[in-house]
């Protein structure tokens, strides 16, 4: 049996509505909100500031620490215990290596970044659309940055690569679930991770899918950024 | 953030304004959002002048505390969260986290916002646990307050999941609310010099020389007290921020029912 027409009737390659937005934190150097579908994350950038305790400071560069955390009434059952979990540090390890290859912090030696990043509501992707929120607050902090950080769950339901998956595809048995991190300027990727099966073969329709997804998301990030950055009315 | 002077403050506060020009007490402006997490069971989004924070209601099916077998569960917890305020960490609550909750919870479990009888679904074996969680997005002054408003609101968002005994069907909402009984909402006269006003903007609140948080319920029946900052409040003191919290949780509470 094949995986015919989406839970939800999406198209295979079809996003989730998208909306982002720049500058929704007061408070921080740099902030942003990014939504897919019903997942909202919220990431605020600090910095680059002095870190302490001073034997964390590196005086080769500055360093960039991620903060990635399910607000307790997020989760799609229970409620989740906030305080941090085994699979909240690993996605912010992830992410922190997902995001700095696009940072240069070798002028900021025994500074940190520090990205922050909360959810609201969830229904799957999460580490996808903090990655993509994440990026926005790094460029309206004013960080100098070589590209932007797109990210997309893309997955195998049946015999189908559909890309950015709900709850019920990601939690589909013997379905698979691929988040991917790419730099829309270069193709690199810079988060892989997968639960479940897929074939060799398989790989190359996903990256292809995700390239083409990071395209649409990219767009409403920089409309985003230019949305904060444009000049008032009545200024030439 | 900006270092006021207190002379410059106390000259703004005799002329009878806080330094945004609104009266002592007034509150800055407030907005109301209901329905902001589709994950939780209620919630809202309190917006009140820079101040931005989000509270969520999760309801859960549990064995009754034993010496309470006939009524449900409340828990508030605070999270200040890192992303709203450059002096927040990551880690554990601090004290300021678990006073926030603290005195929340005193008002709506003391002045019973929720009947807690009616949440019983088999006396000694199962209730309803109601859990608020009050999450800053942007943490700029008047958080106590701002939460009580958050969790009142959340509380009246809030629609009980389908069960089946003592499994809860999450992803299926029902249309039934709360069994709600009071209103109550914390107020927080903030003393100055010898000026008593509510709302201060944070540079403001540098000053401060003593707070009083009194939640009230719509009759105007105290539910919750404490005292804050280290000056002493005199008995006239007292009662004199209780005439100003009486006056404006009675304006709150109008804008909160208006826009739930």
Redesign the interface.
């Known amino acids: 049996m094949g995986y015919e027409k989406r839970f939800d009737g999406r198209g295979v390659e079809e996003l989730r509505q998208m909306e982002a937005k720049v500058g929704?934190?007061?408070?921080?150097d740099g902030?942003a909100m990014f939504k897919i579908g019903?997942t909202?994350a919220?990431?605020?950038v600090?910095g680059p500031?002095d870190l302490y305790p001073k034997f964390l400071q590196n005086p080769q560069t500055g360093i960039l620490r991620v903060?990635y955390?399910m607000?307790?009434?997020?989760?799609?059952?229970?409620?989740v215990r906030?305080?941090?979990s085994r699979r909240s540090k690993e996605i912010s390890m992830v992410m922190a290596n997902a995001l700095l290859p696009v940072l240069d912090l070798k002028e900021w030696p025994n500074a940190v970044v520090?990205v922050?990043?909360?959810l609201?509501?969830?229904?799957a992707g999460t580490r996808c659309a903090a990655l993509c929120a994440a990026s926005m607050a790094l460029a309206d902090a004013g960080l100098l940055m070589k590209d932007m950080v797109t990210a997309i769950a893309i997955g195998k339901v049946e015999d189908k690569i559909v890309v950015d998956l709900n709850y019920e595809e990601d939690s589909y048995e013997h379905g698979s679930d691929i988040a991917i991190a790419m730099l829309p300027g270069t193709g690199k990727i810079t988060l892989l991770q997968m639960d479940g099966q897929i074939t060799p073969e398989d790989l190359k329709e996903v990256f292809a899918k995700a390239e083409t997804a990071c395209k649409k998301i990219l767009e409403v990030q920089k409309t985003a950024l230019k949305e904060k950055f444009k000049k008032p009315e009545g200024i030439a | 953030m900006t270092q006021i002077a207190k002379e410059t403050l106390l000259a703004s506060f005799n002329a009878g304004i806080h330094l945004d020009g609104r009266k002592l007490t007034e509150y800055r402006k407030l907005t109301i959002t209901t329905n902001?997490?589709?994950?939780?069971?209620g919630?809202a989004r309190v917006l009140l002048g820079?101040t931005?924070i989000?509270v969520?209601?999760?309801l859960?099916l549990e064995k009754p505390y034993p010496d309470t077998p006939e009524k449900g569960n409340l828990m508030v917890?605070a999270?200040l969260?890192?992303?709203?305020?450059?002096r927040f960490e990551?880690g554990?609550p601090g004290d300021e986290a678990v006073e926030i909750a603290r005195v929340v919870d005193r008002g709506v479990r003391e002045g019973e916002a929720i009947d807690a009888r009616a949440l019983c679904v088999k006396p000694g074996e199962l209730v309803w646990s109601v859990?608020i969680?009050i999450?800053t997005?942007?943490?700029?002054g008047g958080l106590i307050d701002a939460s009580g408003i958050g969790a009142l609101t959340a509380l009246i968002n809030a629609k009980y999941p389908e069960h089946t005994e003592a499994v809860?069907h999450?992803?299926k909402r029902t249309t039934k609310s709360l069994p709600l009984a009071h209103q109550p909402l914390p107020v927080t006269v903030f003393k100055i010099g010898e000026h008593f006003l509510v709302d201060p903007l944070p540079e403001e609140e540098e000053h401060v020389d003593a707070r009083l948080t009194i939640a009230l319920t719509e009759k105007n029946h105290i539910s919750a007290l404490q005292k804050g900052g280290s000056a002493p409040l005199s008995k006239e003191d007292i009662y004199k921020m209780a005439e100003i919290a009486v006056k404006a949780s009675q304006e709150l509470r109008k804008q909160i029912l208006r826009e739930k």
Not at chain 1, 71 to 79: A, K, Q, T, V
Not at chain 1, 120 to 123: E, S
Not at chain 2, 36 to 41: C, D, G, L, M, P
Not at chain 2, 137 to 140: E, F, P, S, T
């Open positions: 929704v934190v007061k408070n921080a902030s019903k909202t919220i990431a605020a600090y500031r903060d955390n607000l307790p009434f997020s989760g799609h059952g229970e409620r906030p305080g941090g520090d922050f990043v909360d609201p509501q969830t229904d | 902001v997490s589709r994950s939780a069971e919630s820079d931005d989000i969520g209601v999760k859960a917890n999270e969260r890192p992303l709203s305020n450059p990551v554990p859990m969680d999450c997005i942007n943490a700029a809860v999450y992803e």
